[in-house]
């Protein structure tokens, strides 16, 4: 469903007709007009079953789509509670779309004649009494502008438009910023595959370096009502810029109570006047609407899909007797087994006509969900036989494939509004604007859309966004780590017997895309945080070095820092700081190859004491799993070819086969992978190993699945322990039993670091 919301009918007036919408005839505070598509809420579905009067009544029949419109009224009081008795209303659900359209005064570039009409879709609101600003997401690309817009409590005059220019203009990202494509640069990572998605690809170029800035009495109180409902990635706010505010003329008529029934040398009345530039590119208006009609019937597509699933899921739990808690354990298996494919709806029927379903009582329950447990792990290596097949049949037709991967995205440009690439948008905190560190890193991204914000978790930390879209349309955000910025080691990690076990997070969430990372339950946005106060850090690790005595600090611990490295020096600065302090060991782990770094590294001339403080710790995967699971990371052998350079130059190596992930083959994958390593890596030059299957915290797990939805690593048949998802004791007993049998073949097992239960 597409609710729409405006401040007064004569700003919506076309898109009523256009879309062929009639005036909802039902007891309502508020104007509303709807299109024939409009499906009866429960609500309204209650109405009619008592007999009364079907509440929507149209004009014309025929339209397509299923909007509701709402006129609102003009503050900000009328629009939080058009909203709320709306959306509360009519039930709206994750997936339905709210657009709020209107007018709006330019603020910034008073006396710019060629913006007015100009349509902009609002990339932050700042309500201006209190301050407090909002963000609405930016997956979607439109052919819109973006803008800035503040919200007021009284219509703005004209001459109080100084007030924003004076106050809001954001000077320091108003210059041109050099851009690396001048010097013949490409912004290419080369750490991770040649796919790797932050540093390539094109970007939209920027219609203005300044930030253009509007003023209305509506939109912030209508973003904190809609996200109390909606997901935030389906709040659009278009506006136009039809004025600079209220004139002098304009003015005695507001304050006579007549403004709009005079009419001026033009001839036309003010709203007239308004409804004019807004008409300018109402084809535009009309071409985004229709886009975003396509994308609601999409999600409405993926939310059936999901309710037919969950019904499903639940009506299967009752023929087995299931508890509330085997009901859930059920509907995870369930999806397990969607995401290997398999046909599970087959199982359960072919055990009805066994008649072994319904089951008579709880404990024939139990054995028929233990046997589907049983059977979904041997499924798992049919399922993906079945699906290596099917992609060697797609690599025989190549040249169809191409043909039909090229219809495709033509039909997909057709169907819905496609993502911005990564790194389209930046966000930096205000008191980082102008700050060398910073400008430095946007000379990376010469098209990126710069935008300020007070605080990184004022983005970061905002309500119901959607991580699994985010995932493919990342933000960067930099920012300055305030309170605590050193941790003690988590207790489902290896500490290597290290008293003095910490960690340092400066960078939130992790450029690679792991299917199993933690990360995606422990953060609510997918987009990457950068800290660049790196002083503070140097000054605590300093101060507990004084405490502890000595420190062992990870520093690349809950995210990839090499993976960034070209983006900003994080190692090689910590290198510099590692020289000046004797009682510091630091641990870089990462998946990435990072040659380059190494070369560097090389250039600054550290000392060898230094080179063996500084631990690189590769972790190492099955070639096959990288492919699976590890997305964006080094391949094996980009892995492997660091860190037999960073042997060479003498820095310390660790290598972590941690975590272990099951695979129907996962035997003869880790006995390959094993091979490899013992044929390329000198095992003799290894400071220690690391062993350890997968685990993760129940909570992190449970945010995960909600998150990013079911895969083989969220969604497999877990036992829990304490809080602690692992895999079943036997399986990863064998699992990792196994690893270390083969490693003691070639190192001493006083230099084996397996992690158990215990540790934690």
Known sequence: MIFIFAAHYGEVENIIRNKKMGKRKISFPFLQYCTDGWNE??????????????????????ADG????????????????????????????????????????????????????????????????????????????????????ITGDKVLRRSDAKWAIETKSYSSIEKEISPASDSGQENVSPFGTNEFILMCGERPERMDTEETLLYDMESTAIFQAANAFLSLENLFFLRCATDFGVGELEREELESGQLGSRQ???????????????????????SFLSQVERLDAEKEKEREKEETFLQESASLAEELRLSFVLAKKLEGLLSYAESLSSEWRAYFQKKREEGCLPCRD??????????????????????????????????????????????EMEQESEKALPLYPPFSHIYIEEALLGGEEAEAILWKFPKAKCIPIRHYKDLFNRRKQNRALQENSRKLILAKKEGQRIYPG??????????????????????????????????????????????????????????????????????????????YPFVERFARFLEEE???????????????????????HLSEDAKKRLIFAFTLSPEKIVSEAEHGTAGLKGRLKAV????????????????????????????????????????????????????I???????????????????????????????????????????????????????????????K
């Open 41 to 62: 809420s429960g609500a309204k579905k209650e109405q009619k079953q008592a007999g009364k009067e079907r509440s929507c009544m149209k004009e014309s029949a025929g």
């Open 66 to 149: 299923r909007i509701l419109l709402t006129i609102c009224g003009e503050g900000r009081n009328n629009a939080a509670a058009a909203v709320a008795a709306t959306l509360e209303r009519e039930s709206a659900k994750r997936g339905d779309i709210l657009l709020s359209i209107g007018s709006a005064a330019m603020l910034k570039g008073v006396g710019e004649e060629r913006l007015l009409g100009k349509w902009f879709l609002i990339h932050a609101l700042e309500e201006e009494g209190s301050g407090r600003a909002f963000y609405p997401e930016l997956l979607y690309q439109t052919d819109f502008p973006t803008a800035r817009l």
């Open 264 to 286: 001026h040398g033009s001839g036309k009345t003010v709203p007239e006047m308004l409804r004019e530039q807004m008409r300018k590119e109402e084809e535009r208006v009309f």
């Open 362 to 407: 709880k404990r024939g329950g139990q054995k028929v969900l233990s046997e589907f447990t049983a059977w979904l792990l041997i499924q798992e290596k049919q399922g993906r036989q079945d699906k290596e097949e099917a992609e060697d049949a797609l690599g025989a037709m190549k040249e169809v494939s191409v043909l039909n991967r090229k219809k």
């Open 490 to 567: 988590a207790p489902v990690c290896q500490s290597f017997s290290e008293n003095a076990f910490y960690y340092a997070s400066l960078l939130m969430n992790c450029p690679f895309h792991c299917e199993y990372c933690y990360l995606q339950g422990m953060y609510p946005s997918a987009n990457l945080v950068l800290f660049l106060n790196l002083e503070d850090y140097f000054s605590d690790c300093q101060r507990l070095i004084k405490e502890k005595g000595s420190l062992y600090l990870c520093i690349s611990y809950d995210t990839d820092l090499l993976a960034l490295e070209e983006l």
């Open 582 to 604: 004797p009682d510091l060991r630091i641990e870089v782990r990462t998946k990435a190859g990072g040659e380059s770094l190494f070369r560097r590294l090389l250039k600054m």
């Open 644 to 695: 037999k350079m960073a042997m060479e130059e003498g820095f310390t190596l660790r290598l972590c086969f941690d975590p272990m992930l099951y695979h129907a083959d996962w035997e003869s994958l880790y006995t390959e992978l094993l091979e490899t390593v013992f044929r390329e890596i000198p095992m003799e030059k290894l400071y220690d190993v690391s062993v350890g299957s997968f685990r």
């Open 697 to 759: 915290s129940e909570s992190y797990l449970k945010a995960m699945t909600k998150a990013c939805g079911a895969s083989p690593y969220t969604s497999f048949p877990y036992e829990n322990t304490d809080g602690y998802y692992h895999y079943p004791k036997e399986l990863l007993l064998k699992m990792e039993g196994f690893l270390e049998q083969r490693l003691l073949e070639k190192f001493p097992k006083e230099k084996i670091f397996r992690w158990t239960e215990e540790e």
